[in-house]
């Protein structure tokens, strides 16, 4: 269940085995004389964490923080029920979300909307987190964790809501979802761009603060370390546009969202390329589903140009 994955030996990663299925989600453990981890997955997938945890020699209790890149379901969902075992808990949250933690009511009925039948199969139970747990963060705050520091940026794009954390000591940036998705063992960077929040010149800015920081390693939550950070930034940004242009252009030539979607679709597969297990096409497609980035994408563009499809 753990590995190393070539990280520093105070950090380790935790596959989540989100519906069973390996290198989906993942969870990062900051060791240390107070124990964090970053991006706890969703309540569906507890009882890997506290498996994996205890492979470690760490119980829930002995957790004294856990830092949140975002509120998505994927990446937040657990924290609630972290917390209710483990009253003590720090939560580090962007300003953004931390009222969608203590109320998480719009945040779910949105999510169902989505997700329909499937929301507890997929996500579990989301639990509201006390105001009282919570530390709301803006950018620009350090860290201090045990004798761990982490420095904090804003990080727009993927979500208004979406910060980054960076370790100086060790070079390492715990990125959530602003550089996409790129499975262990794969070479491909899939972008993510659900809705509603999608906003590619804030993403720009975002990436470029992630790149002055020069860090040796990138982790996503899906998943796991890049040991490359420029080659992966470039080609994540590099995909992005080019999904993000495909879409437009359905748009502006008329094209319905059935025909739009599945041009951005095969797209997806033509970068994939056809050796491609279908294990890893079924991972990637849990990960970052397609239709979900069509739809981030379509809401982009319609804000943005006023573009209307039938």
């Not at 085995?17 to 706890?40: R, S, W």
């Not at 860290?143 to 980054?164: F, K, N, S, T, W």
Request: charged residues 20%; aromatic residues 6%.
């Amino acid at each position: 269940m753990n590995a190393d994955y070539g990280l520093p030996p105070n950090i380790r990663l935790i596959d989540d085995f989100h519906l069973g299925q390996p290198h989906v989600v993942a969870t990062y453990v900051l060791l240390g004389d107070e124990p964090a981890i970053v991006d706890p997955g969703p309540a569906s997938a507890l009882p890997t964490l506290t498996a994996g945890l205890a492979e470690h020699g760490i119980a829930i209790a002995d957790l004294r923080a856990v830092l949140l890149t975002h509120i998505h379901l994927d990446h937040a969902g657990a924290t609630g029920s972290l917390v209710r075992a483990a009253p003590h808990l720090r939560v580090y949250v962007h300003q953004r979300g931390a009222p969608h933690m203590v109320a998480p009511d719009k945040l779910l009925g949105s999510a169902a909307r989505i997700y329909g039948e499937r929301m507890h199969e997929l996500w579990g139970e989301f639990l509201p987190v006390p105001e009282s747990n919570l530390t709301r963060l803006t950018g620009g705050e350090t860290l201090q964790i045990g004798e761990r520091q982490l420095a904090v940026y804003d990080a727009p794009g993927h979500a208004y809501h979406h910060v980054l954390y960076y370790e100086a000591a060790s070079a390492v940036a715990f990125v959530g979802d602003t550089v996409g998705v790129s499975l262990t063992g794969t070479t491909d960077v899939r972008p993510a761009t659900p809705p509603p929040e999608v906003d590619l010149e804030a993403w720009r800015g975002t990436l470029d603060t992630l790149l002055a920081l020069e860090p040796h390693t990138l982790c996503l939550t899906h998943f796991g370390p890049s040991h490359d950070a420029e080659r992966h930034i470039t080609t994540f940004w590099e995909r992005t546009l080019h999904w993000a242009e495909q879409v437009r252009a359905d748009l502006a030539a008329g094209a319905d969202d059935a025909t739009a979607a599945a041009n951005l679709a095969a797209l997806a597969e033509r970068e994939l390329g056809p050796d491609t297990p279908a294990a890893v096409r079924a991972q990637y497609a849990q990960a970052a589903a397609v239709p979900m980035s069509y739809s981030g994408l379509t809401r982009y563009w319609r804000k943005k140009n006023s573009i209307t499809t039938t």
